[in-house]
Each structure stands twice: as C-alpha cells, then as structure tokens.
C-alpha cells in the first residue's frame, strides 16, 4: 500500500512537471457569444429632483455674499470682515436689505466703513432652511 502510495505521487509529479513545460497556454474561455438581457425597470414618472442649495447657488447668491444665508467661513474673501464683523452678521441676521447691515447695533466707525466698502459685495435672499441647519452658517465642517 505504501509503495502504491509513492508511485501514484511520482506520477503526479510528472504529469505536473509536463504540464509546466508545456509550451501550450491556457487561456480564460471567451464567453461574448452568450447576450445576457438587460431588464430595465419601467419608468413610471419622470422626477426632476433639484437640490434647493445648488437652486441657490444659481441666483445672485452663488455671485455674492449673501448676508442672509452664507456661512461664516465666505467672509475671509473680503479683507477685515473674518472673523468679528462675519460672527456678527451672521449672529444679527436676517436682514430684509443689504443697507439694514449698517444699522446693526454695537458697530464701530471703522467697522461701518468696511461694511460701506464691500456694500456691493453682498446680497439678501430669502432665508433657505437647508443652508441654517445644523449651525451651517457658523461651522460647514469644511477646514482648510
């Protein structure tokens, strides 16, 4: 039993040492012939979905700051606003007009005149919820 045992695994050596030098390759079999059907499912209503921020950043927000709705990191674009004048117009807000942000209470005569110097700098729209939530406008979670 012992010697059937050797010569069964001799044999297997062999034939897998003429297997290796064999100059045939084996190649993965080239199944394109078989079409598989696609199933696409029915379309039973045709949805346009907008997300309501990027629908914002279409109007005058996405051109200019909007004191109603963007965060507080955006005021760094405007030299002398990030962070104390930006923490305060976000904090007083909502304004109904961009004039209405040089009547906040407390504003210095230095801090007027930065408001006065980028006046054309901002906007005011309707607040949008998705852009208050979660104290968006004070942390976007955005750190560079």
């Known amino acids: 039993m012992k010697r059937l045992g050797q010569l069964l695994a001799l044999l297997g050596l062999l034939v897998g040492f003429l297997g290796w030098t064999s100059p045939q390759r ?3 079999a080239n199944l394109s012939f078989v079409q598989f059907p696609t199933i696409q499912p029915p379309v039973l209503a045709e949805v346009n979905r907008i997300n309501r921020a990027d ?3 279409g109007t005058e ?3 200019k700051l909007d004191l109603n709705n963007t965060s507080i990191r955006e005021f760094r674009k ?3 606003m990030f962070p104390t ?3 305060k117009i976000v904090k007083e807000a909502p304004f109904d007009s961009v004039e209405e942000v040089l009547e ?3 504003l210095t ?4 005149e930065v408001l006065e110097r980028y006046i054309d700098e901002f906007t005011v729209t309707p607040i949008e919820p ?3 939530e979660g104290d968006f406008r004070l942390n976007t979670g955005t750190y560079d």
């Open 85 to 87: 004048l930006a923490s």
């Open 109 to 112: 005569d230095a801090q007027k």
């Open 78 to 80: 405007l030299p002398g």
């Open 61 to 63: 927000f996405g051109d």
């Open 104 to 106: 906040m209470p407390g």
């Open 130 to 132: 998705i852009l208050q």
């Open 55 to 57: 629908k914002k950043l």
């Open 26 to 28: 084996a190649d993965a």
